[in-house]
């Protein structure tokens, strides 16, 4: 079945004189008016990322579609309401424009054999895929923009996502049965909590690189000591943050916010992706500082270790990585302090709360070396120069855990949307923040005194005189972001874009969870790779999908019935490749 994608049609809106037709002989000369303007309108800016914000208010108004379901579950009938204009008092709009997304379509490969996959397992556990799937990545080119603004064909690697079930409408489509003609969360009944997990399990499908596709198909063979794994990283919500701001959250039921409600659902989540490793982010700690009783039977319970962190006082919540002990053992953990005392002259991490964590694991078949780390970055959105000096922070630390030769992942909630500076550090490796704008104020020359000890490089304390004051951050980790943000980059390619995947809501649907992978230089001039890196020692498989904000505003926002959290988990399957 071919990949379906909505896009929606742009308005123009303009002011035009018209212009009254006349013979040739009456032709005269009209002054043009020196007060004419083109009138644009104003959008109203939202102020996101405070704590008074009410993340419920704008994400419970789905006006602008009218949806119900029938007994016979027959979805041929679809009544959609007109968007209601808000200002009475504006100019009627002009007939929309099609965009011309002709571009976008060309660069969609379709598959007429794609089969359904809703039961996610790791690689080695159960087949997920047909092997009439791999003809989905048989992409040989795409385009760039040039200089000028032409469209310049270059050949490039495939893309390496392989679509095990085609991408859900972003709106309700006639004759979808998986969409069906109401609004599934707004729907009453005894097996309503089924029908949303049914919808939810269908947006969320694994989607396969190739090396995870040969691997399912049998195209390709694991080496015998080669070590598959799944790791997951979530935001659990604390409770002491869900009571001390429960404004923020008064459109939603009460019993969805209720812990043991919660609890079953986090319990469901996690049983269902099986995580080897899970990187959890506010995690509820206990007055003497041990994590809540709840989630450490759980996870005790599923064959989990734990190594966690508390913020300092007066939070009570934090953040741990948990393993399974039959895939892996623990040789360092190393919590991490993003913030600083009163007598460190580092202003930017002054009056923070905020920890992470890393672990230097050590599978138990092979004794493969893996380093983790979790972060849990500073909220707001006046925040950008503390969350640059945070990742800064934990980047080194990750640098001096990781001695320069292990695989690293470094997943979290980063409280970042994709393409700002902090995110561009991390996935480029470099970044000039001398003097670069944000939203309130330019950053400064120098971030870290000489005497904190953080080099320009991102290394802690070298033992040799170190490069410092440079206005530049770097570092040589090559970390690819799992999930390629699709609106963004379509956007950046010059295509269409469909609507982007979401992760929270903080006054608008955002992504701001993210997880990392590192990556090694590539070393041959014929190796085709965009960033010129290659995966080496850690290899991406396969990534558990994220759905839009149309698709999750359908099944009751976040928190919901089914969702637990006000973030979405992520998840992704890897394998680190033994050396013989």
């Known amino acids: 079945m071919s990949e379906v994608e909505n896009i929606s049609n742009n308005k123009m809106h303009s002011t035009r004189n018209p212009l009254t037709s006349c013979e040739p002989e009456n032709v005269m000369e009209v002054p043009i008016d020196s007060d004419l303007a083109i009138i644009e309108p104003v959008v109203e800016t939202v102020e996101i990322d405070s704590d008074d914000t009410d993340y419920s208010a704008d994400e419970e108004n789905t006006d602008t579609v009218d949806i119900k379901f029938v007994d016979s579950y027959d979805c ?71 200089s000028d603004g032409s469209s310049v064909p270059f050949n490039i690697k495939p893309d390496p996502d392989i679509k095990v079930e085609r991408e859900l409408d972003v709106t309700t489509e006639e004759g979808d049965p998986r969409w069906p003609s109401t609004d599934v969360a707004a729907e009453g009944g005894s097996d309503l909590k089924e029908r949303l997990l049914t919808k939810y399990t269908s947006v969320r ?15 390709r063979r694991a080496r015998p000591y080669d070590v598959q794994f799944r790791i997951m990283t979530y935001n659990l919500l604390s409770r002491h943050r869900l009571h001390k701001h429960r404004q923020s959250f008064k459109n939603k039921q009460e019993d969805h916010l209720s812990w043991p409600h919660r609890l079953e659902a986090v319990t469901r989540e996690v049983t269902f992706v099986k995580p080897d490793i899970l990187c959890v982010q506010e995690l509820d700690f206990n007055e003497d500082n041990t994590i809540d009783a709840d989630i450490n039977e759980l996870m005790k319970g599923l064959g989990y270790i734990c190594y966690a962190v508390k913020r300092r006082d007066p939070k009570m919540d934090g953040c741990g990585i948990f393993f399974r002990e039959s895939v892996f053992t623990c040789e360092e953990a190393v919590p991490v302090n993003l913030w600083t005392d009163s007598q460190d002259n580092v202003e930017a991490l002054k009056g923070n709360t905020n920890v992470g964590i890393i672990l230097r694991l050590k599978t138990v078949p092979k004794q493969l070396r893996l380093v983790v780390g979790t972060v849990h970055f500073k909220y707001g959105k006046d925040k950008e120069l503390t969350r640059l000096a945070q990742s800064a922070l934990f980047i080194a630390e990750l640098r001096k855990i990781c001695k320069e030769t292990f695989p690293c992942i470094f997943a979290g909630d980063f409280n970042l949307e994709p393409y700002t500076d902090v995110h561009r550090l991390i996935v480029k490796g470099t970044l000039k923040y001398q003097g670069l704008q944000h939203s309130t104020g330019k950053y400064p020359d120098c971030i870290f005194p000489a005497e904190f000890g953080l080099a320009d490089n991102l290394m802690l304390r070298p033992e040799r005189n170190f490069k410092h004051g440079s206005g530049k951050f770097s570092h040589d980790f090559g970390f690819r972001s799992v999930y390629q943000y699709r609106e963004e980059r379509s956007l950046y390619l010059g295509y269409a874009p469909p609507e982007s995947e979401v992760t929270a809501y903080q006054g608008k649907w955002v992504n701001v969870d993210h997880m990392f992978y590192s990556t090694a230089p590539c070393k041959w001039d014929s190796y085709n790779s965009i960033d010129g890196r290659y995966e080496k020692d850690l290899k991406l498989l396969a990534k558990w999908s994220l759905p839009s904000a149309s698709q999750i505003k359908k099944l009751g926002g976040l928190p919901s019935l089914i969702c637990p959290s006000d973030h979405l988990p992520l998840a992704a399957e890897f394998v680190l490749p033994s050396s013989s």
Request: proline content about 5%.
């Open 205 to 219: 499908d694994w989607v396969y690189t190739r090396l995870g596709n040969d691997l399912v198909t049998g195209a």
């Open 76 to 146: 041929n009938s679809v009544v959609i309401k007109e968007e209601t204009d808000r200002n009475s008092n504006a100019e009627p709009s002009l007939p929309a424009v099609t965009y011309n997304n002709s571009k976008y379509y060309k660069k969609q490969k379709t598959s007429e054999n794609v089969t359904n996959n809703h039961v996610p397992g790791s690689l080695h556990r159960s087949p997920h895929q047909n092997s009439k799937n791999s003809t989905a990545a048989a992409q040989s080119s795409k385009r760039r923009r040039s």
